[in-house]
């Protein structure tokens, strides 16, 4: 995710994301940016709620936290809505399993094929964020 919109969550929810945790990241595409804020709105209403991690698991949106069971319940949420969008770009997008599984559009299905990714430029190194 690109270092502005991580930016952006922090000062949105700076309650609720352990940014200082060296454990901490959030390593998920562009795509996933609405569903990430939308389920830390719903958690910081919720209330008592610590983000500890958010990552990509087997093609699916992973909020690691900790809070009540209804916490647990918008994370299931959110993991559920993100098979069905596109992590690079958030458009409607499915199971892709060539590999690694990913949650694609058919375009960015296609780059993946290809080699490329969201977090890596073309010659392998590293995208500023």
């Given at each position: 995710m690109k270092k502005n919109l991580k930016e952006q969550l922090?000062?949105?929810?700076?309650?609720?994301?352990?940014?200082?945790?060296?454990?901490?990241?959030?390593?998920?595409?562009?795509?996933?940016?609405?569903?990430?804020?939308?389920a830390c709105a719903q958690l910081e209403k919720l209330g008592g709620v610590q983000i500890k991690d958010i990552k990509e698991k087997f093609g699916a949106l992973d909020i690691l936290l900790e809070g009540p069971e209804k916490a647990r319940d918008i994370a299931h949420e959110a993991w559920q809505q993100s098979q069905a969008v596109c992590e690079w770009c958030g458009q409607p997008g499915g199971e892709c399993n060539d590999y690694w599984i990913k949650t694609l559009c058919a375009e960015h299905r296609v780059a993946f094929a290809r080699g490329e990714n969201w977090w890596t430029n073309p010659d392998g190194t590293r995208k500023e964020d």
């Amino acid at each position: 995710m690109k270092k502005n919109l991580k930016e952006q969550l922090i000062r949105d929810f700076p309650g609720m994301l352990r940014t200082e945790s060296k454990l901490f990241s959030i390593s998920v595409g562009d795509g996933w940016f609405k569903l990430v804020y939308l389920a830390c709105a719903q958690l910081e209403k919720l209330g008592g709620v610590q983000i500890k991690d958010i990552k990509e698991k087997f093609g699916a949106l992973d909020i690691l936290l900790e809070g009540p069971e209804k916490a647990r319940d918008i994370a299931h949420e959110a993991w559920q809505q993100s098979q069905a969008v596109c992590e690079w770009c958030g458009q409607p997008g499915g199971e892709c399993n060539d590999y690694w599984i990913k949650t694609l559009c058919a375009e960015h299905r296609v780059a993946f094929a290809r080699g490329e990714n969201w977090w890596t430029n073309p010659d392998g190194t590293r995208k500023e964020d």
